[in-house]
Antibody, heavy 119, light 111 residues
């Protein structure tokens, strides 16, 4: 059974940093692209970033480019999101998601973790 | 510019059928999409991928009541024999080499 469990969320001050982690199990982690997707309060889903199975290729939404860094440790089956220079508009629930092999869609999702940026 | 458009809300009665629509912007009618369901206070759940020819591939454990189809730039999700647990937000998604994109979502109310 595929399981994705996010951790590391919480309350952070404007301009601060936070690191999210996602523990993956139930599949061969290194062979799948992984994404972060977020959802602001009362809003829809917004894609944040994706990383290839090897970790060598990464892409970001314009809204986070230069501030967020996605990474993975295939030896530990973990996915991370380092978030720097946080803004109020980064307040959201952040979801970790596994991509379907060979396609840019997400077929398994975590339960999400809250990040609140406060002034 | 690629945009996915969904109606903000839809409603249908318990036991009835409903068809949700996701419209791809002009020039992008060949793109496949995915449908995801998000029940209140939960993470999204992948339902299916829908191709431009109407063929679809469902995710693990998705009931037969859920089906997908296409017409031109429109991609559809049909839910038959509506149940109370189908009340949720439904999002379509598409993708490219270096991005993913979601529609604004449709809130489905089961009456």
């Amino acid at each position: 059974e595929v399981q994705l469990v996010e951790s590391g969320g919480g309350l952070v001050q404007l301009g601060g940093s936070l690191r999210l982690s996602c523990a993956a199990s139930g599949f061969t982690f290194s062979t799948y692209d992984m994404s972060w997707v977020r959802q602001a309060p009362g809003k829809g889903l917004e894609w944040v970033s994706v990383i290839s199975g090897s970790g060598g290729i990464t892409y970001y939404a314009d809204s986070v480019k230069g501030r967020f860094t996605i990474s993975r440790d295939n030896s530990k089956n973990t996915l991370d999101l380092q978030m720097n220079s946080l803004r109020a508009e980064d307040t959201a629930v952040y979801f970790c998601a596994k991509s379907l092999r060979g396609m840019g869609l997400e077929d398994y999702w975590g339960q999400g973790i809250q990040v609140t940026v406060s002034s | 510019q690629l945009v996915l458009t969904q109606s903000p809300s839809a409603s249908a009665s318990l036991g009835a059928s409903v068809k949700l629509t996701c419209t791809l912007s002009s020039g992008h009618s060949s793109y496949p999409i995915a449908w995801h369901q998000q029940q209140p206070e939960k993470g999204p759940r992948y339902l299916m991928k829908v191709n431009s020819d109407g063929s679809h591939i469902k995710g693990d454990g998705i009931p037969d009541r859920f089906s997908g189809s296409s017409s031109g730039a429109e991609r559809y999700l049909t839910i038959s024999s509506l149940q109370s647990e189908d009340e949720a937000d439904y999002y379509c998604q598409t993708w490219g080499t270096d991005f993913r994109m979601f529609g604004g979502g449709t809130k489905l109310t089961v009456l």
